[in-house]
């Protein structure tokens, strides 16, 4: 059975999660334990305002995406979010690089700060997006200013299709994909599956998610005429990592 949201979101301390793990799924370790993990994901979850849509679960990815791409240079990484909204996933990736204290991290962070594109949507809807969602309550002046305590951190405005001079460099770490919508997904993976260094994570949020159709189609497309080899992991969170070889 599933809970409607409005008794969900009052359960405390979790979301609703499907009977899917079998029995061990009591013994399973906690990501809440990792001190660490936590000091760098309480403030998202828990700041007011809310400044991510993203919960532990998926920040958590995006921890361990961090870890390896620090595993493959002593300087770095270099990372990009392409999707920003209020700004919270891109501090959460800054934050560590700051705790991890990693020489010469950068982070592009790239939103329209406007919602949607009326460009990206041709037919005018794709599932429940249509053009201006996720344009309130954010702008670009705002969420400069929230991340302007990590120098390192590049805030762009545009449609990723129109900023490829923001995103030119060809040794990403880590890249956070979080566009929603087919077109932007599709040009993201195909810009970015070429430009990261070698063992680079993609972490693509939504896959997984019914009211973002064109995020798994996006995949399915550019893995097939991708001419590096990319390992893909379809996570339980929603997301997709792919590993570029
Ligand atoms: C789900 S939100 C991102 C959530 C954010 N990563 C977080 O941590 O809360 C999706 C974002 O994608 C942005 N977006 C959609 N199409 C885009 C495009 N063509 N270029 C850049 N950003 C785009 C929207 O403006 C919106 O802010």
Redesign the pocket.
């Known amino acids: 059975m599933r809970l409607p949201w409005k008794i969900v979101r009052r359960l405390p301390d979790h979301h609703y999660v499907p009977r899917i793990y079998g029995r061990s799924a009591g013994k399973m370790r906690d990501i809440r334990h990792d001190e660490r993990f936590m000091r760098a994901a309480d403030p998202v979850v828990k700041g007011e305002p809310r400044?991510?849509?993203?919960y532990y679960d998926r920040l958590h990815t995006l921890y361990q995406a961090f870890e390896n791409a620090c595993r493959l240079s002593d300087v770095g990484p270099h990372m990009a979010?392409?999707?920003?909204?209020?700004?919270?996933?891109?501090a959460f990736l800054a934050s560590l690089a700051v705790a991890f204290e990693r020489p010469g991290a950068t982070l592009v962070s790239?939103?329209?700060?406007?919602?949607?594109?009326g460009a990206?949507l041709p037919t005018g809807r794709e599932a429940v997006h249509v053009p201006g969602?996720?344009?309130d309550r954010?702008s670009y002046d705002d969420v400069r200013d929230y991340l302007s305590a990590y120098p390192f951190v590049n805030v762009v405005q545009?449609?990723?299709?129109d900023r490829t001079e923001a995103i030119g460099r060809n040794d990403y770490g880590l890249v956070?994909l979080?566009?929603?919508?087919y077109?932007?997904m599709r040009?993201g993976l195909d810009w970015f599956i070429q430009r990261m260094a070698s063992g680079g994570t993609i972490v693509v949020?939504?896959h997984g998610f019914t009211t973002c159709p064109g995020v798994a189609q996006a995949v399915d497309e550019a893995l097939s005429v991708a001419t590096r080899p990319v390992a893909k992991f379809a996570l339980l969170t929603g997301q997709c990592v792919l590993v570029v070889v």
């Open positions: 400044r991510s849509l993203l979010e392409i999707g920003v909204f209020r700004g919270g996933g891109s790239l939103d329209t700060f406007e919602g949607h594109a990206d969602t996720f344009g954010t545009g449609r990723v299709q956070h979080d566009v929603d919508l077109q932007p040009f949020d939504d």
